[in-house]
């Protein structure tokens, strides 16, 4: 029973360091973290931090998984919540990998966006 425990841990640990990745940091949800972003401040935050996002895709998967919990407490809460955050503890370093292995196709895609705007600005200058 333990085992199967935490390898469901395991399991939810990676699909949610994967997911709040993608919609947190990655080009292909910028869209989408734009338009959430015109919501509310907080919402903002909510979504541009993987640790944030995190905590609530692990609270709702684990609250709605067909899985066993960690049972440390007599009140179903407080191991719904241990849960929560045992598998948030195992996104966290995913992200910290994720964000690493990241940075320099951030950074090159960075390096496109300012050269992209240097030739319209050149353009502009051109056509004036």
């Not at 966006?113 to 051109?126: G, N, P, S």
Request: charged share 15%; net charge positive.
């Amino acid at each position: 029973m333990i085992m199967m425990i935490m390898f469901n841990l395991l399991v939810l640990g990676l699909i949610v360091g994967a997911v709040t990745f993608t919609t947190s940091t990655t080009s292909i949800f910028g869209w989408f973290r734009e338009l959430v972003s015109k919501i509310h401040p907080k919402i903002e935050e909510l979504i541009h931090c993987p640790w944030c996002s995190g905590f609530w895709l692990s609270l709702l998967m684990v609250g709605t998984a067909d899985l066993p919990w960690i049972h440390v407490f007599k009140v179903p809460l407080l191991n719904l919540l241990c849960t929560t955050f045992a598998v948030l503890a195992i996104a966290g370093p995913l992200h910290y990998v994720l964000l690493r292995a990241y940075k320099p196709v951030a950074e090159a895609m960075s390096m496109r966006h300012r050269e992209k705007i240097m030739a319209l600005r050149e353009q502009k200058k051109q056509e004036s």
